[in-house]
């Protein structure tokens, strides 16, 4: 059973842009982005709280936003003015109701020209 679907990344040059999805089903709501890059533990992006508050990583701040849309149990990640170093598989993570923490697949998101 799939309970956080994400959506939206492959591959942009440099200084571009992108824009991940993650839609939770059920009583599963998503609430965070984190990413992995080969060889590197998976470090937080950007989270959002159920009323809107946010928290991102210093290395995304001022290119990176995070919003939700609660009538469709969807977390979204604009990114913008993409590096090289941006590139990493990024997950959707979220909570149940009781807690229980999930993560997405994961999507690629490559940044190379």
């Known amino acids: 059973q799939v309970h956080l679907v994400e959506s939206g990344g492959g591959l942009v040059q440099p200084g571009g842009s992108l824009r991940l999805s993650c839609a939770g089903s059920?009583?599963?709501?998503?609430s965070g982005w984190y990413r992995q890059a080969p060889g590197k533990q998976r470090e937080l992006v950007a989270a959002i709280t159920s009323d809107g508050k946010t928290n991102y990583a210093d290395s995304v701040k001022g290119r990176f936003t995070i919003s939700r849309d609660n009538s469709k149990n969807t977390v979204y990640l604009q990114m913008n003015s993409l590096k090289p170093e941006d590139t990493a598989v990024y997950y959707c993570?979220?909570?149940?109701?009781?807690?229980?923490?999930?993560w997405g697949q994961g999507t690629q998101v490559t940044v190379s020209s």
């Open positions: 993570n979220g909570k149940s109701v009781y807690l229980t923490t999930y």
């Open positions: 059920g009583r599963i709501n998503p």
